[in-house]
C-alpha cells in the first residue's frame, strides 16, 4: 500500500501532537506561540515528503536517524568555517536536519521495524546535534572576535564528556548487566502526581532544588527555536554591525560549566547512586 503526504503528514501529526502539548505549548494559540506552531508544520510537512520518497527506497528507519546525528555533525564544521558560503549553508542544515527526526520512527513503525538500538540512536542525535551547533559556534566566535575563544571551546565537549553524573549512568548500566541489579525507582509506588514528582526528584538528586537545576538548563535548550534564533543572529550579524554571538557562546559556556559542578556535588557527595539501585538481596517479593 502506498501512503500519500497528506496521508504521512498526519501520521506524524498524530505521532508527535501529544510530545508537543506535553511540552506545554498550545498549537491553537497562534499569539503567544507564532513560531513553534511555524516549525512544529514545517516539521510535519517536510517530514511527510521525506518520508514519502524514503518509503520508495530500501534505507532503513536507524539509517536516518544516524543521518540526523551526522547532519548535526556536518552543520558545526560548516559554520566553523570562516566563509558567508558555510556559514549560510550550517544556517541551513540548523533549520532543517530535525526534518529527520521527525520522519524515522514513523519509517520505523510503517516497516514495523522498531528497535532498542533506534531508540537509543535517537537522542543521541539531538546530543551530537547539539555538541555540533554549540562546537560550531565556538569557532564562528573565534574566526570574529578573537582566537582567545578558541581556549574556550574544549569546556564544551569536556563538561558533557567529564559530567559525574552520566558517568555515573554509564557506569551503572554495566553494573546493571553485570551483576544483575534493580532499578530503585522499579518497585511499585503510590499514584498520582504528588509519587510520579517524588521519583523525578530522586531519580535527578535535586530534591528542592530542583527548580532552580531546570531554570539553569532551561534557558539555552536544546529546541530548535533557541537554535532558530541563534542562527538569526548569526546571519544578521553576517550582513550588518550586530555583534552578540559572543555573548550566547560565552553564557553558553558558563551553563554548561555550571551544569558539570552541580553533576560532580549531587553525585559526589553521596547517596544519590545508591538510590538509583539496590542489590538482588534488597528486593521485594
Known sequence: MTLSI????EDIYSRNIKVIQDMGIDLTDLKRNPYSIFKFHFYIWSGAILLYFLLKTKIQPNTVTKAYAIAGLLGGVLLSIPTEPTILAAIFVFFTYSTLDWCDGTLARIRNQRSLTGHVLDPYGSVVGALGFQIGLGFYVASRNGDMYLYLIPLIPFCSAASLKYFADRFLFNELVARKLTLANETPVAKGAGAATSQAESATGMGKYRI??????SWFEERSRTVDFVCLLILLELYTELNV????????????????LVHFYVVGRGGWVESQVKSPTDRTS
Open 6 to 9: 497528506k496521508e504521512l503528514r
Open 212 to 217: 532552580y537545576y531546570d531554570m539553569l538548563t
Open 245 to 260: 554571538t559572543w555573548i550566547v557562546f560565552l553564557l553558553k559556556v558558563l551553563q554548561q560549566f555550571a551544569i558539570f
